[in-house]
């Protein structure tokens, strides 16, 4: 088994956790109860579990030196700012990363609670390890090691009204790619590189991070940055009539890109989101 197998979860930074949460209920997500991360990481979250990976709105509480990264990213604003990579261990991750050449932090554990419908709780324990503020370029880079998936990927909370099933790809744009398609090569051990337009596309088991000129924002309805940013969410949906009919029903706003459905980052607390079938090739 690789040290690293792909996409665990992507970390949407949000300022207000309760105004992120009403804007994903009307792009059709189920979201978990909020929960609380344990003091020293000073945190709250929603998540949204699909079948293989989830993401997460995450909101500063409390400020701590663990969430430094968190209040880093959100003065530039909200949106994607984290990338958790999926290990064998977390320990495996930090290997492979220091054969990389990378100098990644100590093993870090920490939990939340998970309340169920029936009024049990459970405890999710996780155990990570993150390269230092800067290593990758458009992201905070972390490997998450899922100690209770069973306390995570809860039957109640992977039936979306939308009908996605499943993180296809990420979006990043950035002024120097040949250097930026380098160190993500070393923080993605194992992925293939695929050139594309305005870009390459970086391949790891069943997701693609997409590393793309600046220029390339504009089709997801973003200005051009002259930062590296993690710009859009591409995700898979099995019935894309459903999906664009929730989003009409909620009034809102989205246009074709191909076979994609778009929707504004304005609408999804910073992030540009794509609903894609889910037989439509990696194209």
């Not at 000073?42 to 699909?50: E, R």
């Not at 064998?88 to 093993?107: H, M, N, Y």
Request: with cysteine; glycine share 6%.
């Amino acid at each position: 088994m690789s040290a690293i197998s792909g996409i665990d979860h992507i970390v949407i930074a949000v300022t207000d956790l309760d105004r992120a949460q009403r804007a994903y209920e009307r792009l059709g997500f189920t979201l978990s109860p909020r929960a609380r991360h344990s003091a020293v990481m000073g945190t709250a979250n929603h998540t949204i579990m699909l079948q293989r990976d989830y993401f997460e709105l995450l909101a500063v509480l409390t400020p701590t030196e663990r969430n430094q990264r968190w209040r880093d990213a959100l003065a530039a604003g909200e949106g994607i700012a984290g990338l958790a990579l999926a290990p064998a261990s977390a320990a495996a991750a930090k290997q492979a990363w220091q054969e990389q050449g990378f100098a990644p932090g100590e093993l870090v554990s920490f939990s939340r609670p998970v309340d169920r419908p029936d009024g049990s709780r459970m405890e999710a324990r996780f155990e990570i390890v993150t390269l230092p503020k800067g290593s990758v370029p458009g992201a905070s880079v972390f490997a998450c090691d899922q100690l209770t998936r069973d306390a995570v990927w809860l039957p109640e909370l992977m039936r979306h009204a939308n009908t996605v099933t499943a993180i296809r790809r990420l979006v990043v744009t950035l002024p120097d790619l040949a250097a930026a398609k380098a160190v993500w090569l070393r923080a993605l051990p194992g992925a293939t590189a695929t050139p594309i337009a305005d870009g390459v596309r970086l391949r790891l088991g069943s997701h693609a991070v997409d590393l793309l000129k600046p220029a390339a924002a504009r089709r997801y309805g973003l200005a051009p940055s002259s930062r590296p940013k993690a710009i859009a969410i591409e995700f898979a949906v099995e019935q894309v009539a459903q999906c664009r009919a929730v989003l009409i029903g909620n009034g809102v706003a989205a246009w074709a890109l191909g076979d994609r459905t778009a929707v504004s980052a304005a609408d999804a607390a910073g992030a540009a989101i794509l609903f894609t079938p889910t037989e439509s090739p990696l194209d």
